[in-house]
């Protein structure tokens, strides 16, 4: 199966220094937890660990987060933060209005479930869908709203139309399902000989024709 890779630009750090000017403790202890959730998962996550790697006392976190599940979307917020700035790179010298385009954002969206696991499960594996803020959804419909626009400009469209809708919708779909296949190294070893992007460009030339 070939997959092209790149360096993430959240990839982890040797290790995090020890005390922090006034400002940088927030951003500590986000980046302690992202280490750890993909070290050791979002299950074993704890805040005494984040504490530690950070080189903090345990009361620490609480001057800027409420609790353990604040640091966890703080990470997840962080993260898509990174996907969608990613995606939008990913498009750059592609001509607008080009499926090309579309298969860029698809490399990309797959690239961040291999580059940062832990924070792709943590995002669609039912941890957010537990939690009612409004921060996660604009995220969300953002990262959303990239491929919606691109999609429009193929199809010929100043706006997003129903049919615009379901075409993302569509290839959205396709994306996410192949991303927590290949997540999954077990499904992943019965893809075989597989290209990625020649698959992402052939369901994007299907879906756009």
């Not at 939008?88 to 010298?93: K, V």
């Not at 919606?148 to 959205?172: D, I, M, P």
């Not at 893809?191 to 030339?205: Q, S």
Request: charged residues 30%.
């Amino acid at each position: 199966m070939a997959i092209e890779q790149k360096e993430s630009a959240a990839a982890p750090q040797a290790g995090l220094k020890k005390g922090y000017h006034h400002g940088d403790l927030r951003a500590a202890l986000i980046e302690a937890t992202r280490q750890l959730v993909e070290e050791k998962g979002p299950d074993s996550f704890s805040v005494s660990d984040a504490c530690r790697l950070a080189g903090v006392s345990t009361a620490a976190p609480y001057k800027h987060f409420k609790d353990k599940t604040d640091m966890l979307v703080a990470v997840v917020l962080e993260g898509m933060s990174r996907h969608r700035a990613n995606m939008l790179a990913a498009l750059d010298g592609i001509p607008e209005g080009s499926p090309k385009r579309i298969t860029a954002i698809g490399m990309e969206y797959v690239r961040f479930a291999l580059r940062e696991p832990g924070v792709f499960r943590l995002k669609f594996g039912g941890f957010t869908d537990q939690i009612i803020d409004p921060r996660l959804e604009e995220a969300g419909q953002q990262i959303f709203g990239i491929l919606l626009a691109e999609v429009a400009k193929c199809l010929g469209e100043t706006e997003v139309t129903a049919e615009v809708r379901r075409r993302s919708f569509l290839l959205w779909s396709f994306v996410h399902g192949l991303s927590f296949i290949l997540y999954d190294r077990k499904f992943a070893e019965k893809a075989g000989d597989f290209d990625l992007r020649e698959a992402l460009e052939d369901v994007a030339e299907r879906m756009l024709a």
